[in-house]
């Protein structure tokens, strides 16, 4: 068999979960080579899983198990135990492919006999109102030295292919070796709720020795207000100090000593640690007061781990990222009233343009 594609399903809107299910039927039905579609139901609440999947379970090559709920790592997981595929790809429930895409892969792995292949994404919005294409900037084969190039350039941020990174840090769009998988038992860690993926694919990443990127805009992302990447995750601080330590023992594993990807990595964990605390800190369900959330944070800036990091960043690039408030939160407390503004401007402004577009005046 191919490909096995891994579908993790927690309480997707219907609408969203029946489209993420036809698109997957078409390119099963017209991939030439042998191909599988996984779905693994992650303890859904919802009744309409089970109905929708009743008579897609009939159709060869599909399989659907359930299990307790533990995460979409934890649900990728299960996928993988179960996939008989050379190549694995994964995609969300409420995100969709673009017709054939799987007989499109198969011939480009076919042609370059790559061992990782990455292809491009658009945008949706739910509510059907436009869609951003992001198009890789060129298709290219990339071996040796250019692999370790492409890792540094994607740890550091370097890589700006999309607003907010997820093309390039998530599994979605990829396609991987599983021969390489099994070898390295290579698996998501299920205790990370964000970055999960990232470090899935850096784990990935430094065993391979050819990839291909292609420029064709493959998978839709769907922006869904009502994803689990959009909930808030009470236990979001406790991840990032986790975070922090994994990622320190990837540099110690296969970092020490590579100046160039040691700050790269420890700059990428900034971020992501910026990013979850924001999802975090501002989330509408988050009623902390403002004081809690800064006697919080400065907890955390004072972990050991991270103040090595920081010495270790200023060391290298002569920056004092401890001044730098884009990073570091909580500095200005003008930002953050803005930030804890954002879903009410948000919602203001969807609602003004769905009024533009009902009087066919917005273009």
Not at 110 to 117: E, G, N, R, V
Not at 183 to 198: G, M, P, Q
Not at 327 to 334: G, S, T
Request: one cysteine or more; hydrophobic letters at 40%; a neutral charge.
């Amino acid at each position: 068999m191919k490909f096995s594609v891994i579908v993790p399903v927690y309480n997707p809107p219907r609408k969203l979960f029946e489209h993420c299910v036809q698109s997957l039927l078409e390119n099963l039905n017209h991939c030439k080579a042998d191909a599988e579609c996984i779905f693994v139901n992650d303890g859904s609440t919802v009744d309409y899983i089970d109905t929708l999947l009743k008579d897609v379970v009939t159709v060869p090559g599909v399989t659907y198990v359930k299990k307790e709920n533990g995460g979409v790592s934890s649900a990728r997981n299960v996928g993988l135990e179960l996939a008989k595929g050379e190549y694995i790809t994964f995609i969300d429930s409420d995100d969709f492919m673009e017709d054939n895409i799987l007989e499109y892969a198969n011939q480009l792995i076919k042609l370059h006999h790559a061992s990782f292949l990455v292809l491009g994404m658009v945008y949706d919005n739910w509510d059907g109102y436009g869609a951003a294409k992001v198009q890789l900037p060129f298709s290219c084969v990339k071996e040796g030295a250019d692999i370790q190039n492409y890792i540094c350039d994607l740890i550091s941020g370097n890589l700006s292919l999309s607003k907010k990174g997820i093309m390039e840090y998530s599994v979605i769009t990829k396609f991987y070796q599983h021969s390489l998988l099994r070898k390295y038992n290579i698996r998501f860690l299920e205790d990370l709720t964000f970055a999960e993926d990232f470090i899935f694919n850096i784990e990935y990443l430094i065993h391979i020795d050819k990839m291909y990127i292609d420029n064709c805009p493959a998978f839709h992302y769907v922006r869904n207000i009502d994803s689990s990447v959009n909930k808030i995750n009470p236990s979001r601080m406790e991840m990032c100090y986790l975070l922090i330590e994994k990622l320190e023992q990837y540099v110690d594993k296969y970092f020490r000593g590579n100046e160039a990807f040691q700050h790269a990595l420890y700059l990428h964990t900034l971020f992501s640690i910026r990013n979850g605390m924001q999802a975090y800190f501002t989330h509408p369900d988050n009623h902390q007061s403002f004081k809690a959330l800064k006697c919080e944070l400065s907890t955390f800036l004072s972990f050991p781990t991270y103040k090595k990091m920081i010495k270790a960043l200023k060391i290298s690039d002569g920056t004092n990222y401890e001044d730098r408030r884009d990073i570091f939160l909580l500095k200005n407390k003008f930002y953050w009233i803005l930030l804890i503004t954002k879903p009410i401007r948000r919602k203001v402004k969807f609602v003004l343009r769905s009024f533009l577009k009902a009087l066919n005046y917005d273009s």
